[in-house]
């Protein structure tokens, strides 16, 4: 299977030059050429196997240029039940409530207690891969710039990886106390963490500005090195989000909640649409998927856009308790909306460019159309998500956390406004642990303490739910890194990092 650009639809490369590359020359998206297509004995089969199958079955079609055993040894390496706790990485816990049939398929059972893991876990064995089968010899630098959740995940799943470094740069002040512990006490003899006087914005086009400087990308080179991305527009990110929905699905009918062959809805609490977009490629190999509901903070452009035609960033930027969907340009729309019109790239660049330029654009009447059959979009600010959280915990006994309460939210709504019943699979992304202060307060009216471990203590003791080890774990791990610096010395930083300054 090959894959094309979003932006040039003549760009065709490997499934290993997609992953090793991350990004397209001119600045596109790599998407896969055509889908496998799974029929009814396909789905059969799967429901067969456990997760691990299901993962070799699905990655396997999609990458064609890897052996069998390489995919096998892969998520073998990645999905064991030491990392995930328990042999399914992906458990669900089920809710009803009145007609109302919610399926929360928990992501957050990996060693950052956070989604990310599904795709960052095996990320780094299909980058190796790649890169051998590309540019074989060369050590890949990952660069990361992070608000959280993806830098710990990302630096979790290189630690030890065999021809990977990885540096990885969070703001000083954009961080949660528990994602900033997280990150200086990282273990691995691979792996540094920096500190950015600034905002996320500032990290993040510092990095980007180490990526294209020829003056680095020259030193890397000529000490056999080569800098590879590890953020969510990488398709290596992308695919082992495809298998969970099928594994869900399966699990949903082997466990007697759905017939064989009901349709489902799909409700993820969405930032990037990297996760919401992987749901969307499983119906379209074939998983019955009814809708999908796409649920946003007060960073809501993306329900905008799918009520109106127009994305537009130009509008407020709210900081939330669901800061991993605190975001206002969602760089996966555009594989999106490469599928949607038709495979048009030409369309895709023009959009893009816009977006760019003036901050905005509106789609043509067809893909409208697209997007009003697939997507429902809505928006719940901090005041609802918090009391959902706690009528979940009330009347359900469900502890959630902030960004899967904005799911639950969205979903009622669209319940509420639609009278729609289909049971839906509701994307669990964090556990309540790593946000533990607006949980807290969500759940108690006591006093909250100051500290994050007293206060996830205190949420332990409140609710009877144990602090998930690899969080418990931090409070007496060692602080390692410590580096605090202004963006403009970040490319000094990453030599000295290198050893190549
Ligand atoms: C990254 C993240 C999201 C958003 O996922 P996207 O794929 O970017 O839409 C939601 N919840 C949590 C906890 C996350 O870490």
């Not at 799943?157 to 994602?179: L, N």
């Not at 399966?250 to 009901?262: L, P, S």
């Not at 890194?481 to 930083?493: I, K, L, Q, R, T």
């Amino acid at each position: 299977m090959k894959y094309n650009s979003t932006r040039d639809k003549s760009t065709v490369v490997s499934a290993a030059q997609a992953i090793a590359q991350g990004i397209s020359v001119e600045g596109g998206l790599f998407v896969p050429q055509e889908l496998p297509s799974y029929d009814e004995s396909d789905l059969r089969a799967m429901l067969e196997t456990d997760y691990r199958g299901r993962a070799k079955k699905i990655m396997g079609d999609f990458l064609s240029d890897f052996s069998a055993e390489e995919i096998s040894d892969s998520v073998d390496a990645a999905y064991t039940a030491e990392k995930f706790g328990a042999e399914n990485p992906a458990p669900i816990s089920y809710i009803e409530s009145g007609e109302k049939k919610m399926a929360l398929l928990e992501l957050w059972h990996g060693p950052t207690c956070a989604f990310k893991d599904m795709a960052l876990q095996i990320l780094p064995h299909l980058l190796t891969r790649s890169m051998k089968k590309t540019c074989d010899g060369k050590q890949a630098v990952i660069l990361v710039a992070t608000s959280g959740d993806t830098g710990k995940a990302a630096l979790e799943g290189f630690k030890d990886v065999d021809g990977t470094k990885i540096m990885v740069f969070y703001p000083t002040g954009g961080v949660s106390p528990m994602q900033k512990r997280q990150m200086a006490t990282q273990k691995g003899e691979n792996v540094s963490v920096v500190a950015i006087r600034g905002n996320f914005d500032d990290a993040q086009t510092g990095v980007k500005k180490i990526f294209t400087n020829a003056e680095i990308k020259e030193k890397l080179a000529q000490n056999n090195m080569l800098f590879s991305s590890a953020n969510s527009i990488n398709w290596g990110r992308l695919l082992p989000q495809i298998v969970y929905y099928f594994s869900a699905y399966c699990d949903m009918v082997n466990e007697g909640r759905i017939g064989f062959g009901e349709k489902i809805n799909v409700c993820v609490p969405t930032g990037n649409f990297g996760n919401i977009l992987a749901s969307f490629y499983a119906m379209k190999m074939g998983l019955p998927v009814n809708k999908f509901i796409c649920a946003s903070n007060s960073n809501n452009v993306l329900t905008d856009f799918i009520k109106t035609g127009t994305y537009d960033k130009k509008r407020h930027f709210y900081t939330t308790i669901s800061p991993s969907m605190d975001i206002l340009v969602s760089s996966n729309l555009e594989r999106l909306l490469y599928h949607i019109s038709g495979e048009d790239s030409a369309k895709v660049a023009d959009l893009m460019n816009a977006l760019n330029n003036d901050g905005v654009y509106t789609v043509d009447g067809k893909i409208k159309e697209e997007l009003d059959k697939y997507f429902w979009g809505g928006c719940c600010d901090d005041e609802n998500t918090q009391k959902t959280i706690g009528r979940l915990y009330k009347e359900e006994n469900y502890l959630a956390d902030t960004h899967t309460a904005v799911a639950v939210n969205v979903y009622e709504q669209y319940a509420e406004q639609t009278g729609d019943m289909t049971p839906t699979v509701i994307a669990s992304t964090a556990s309540p642990y790593k946000f533990a202060k607006a949980v807290l307060m969500s759940v108690s009216d006591d006093q909250i303490p100051e500290d994050e471990f007293s206060m996830t203590d205190a949420l332990s003791a409140k609710t009877g739910t144990a602090v998930p080890a690899p969080l418990a774990s931090l409070r007496d791990a060692k602080e390692r890194f410590s580096e605090v610096c202004d963006a403009d010395e970040m490319p000094a930083v990453v030599l000295k990092g290198l050893s190549i300054g």
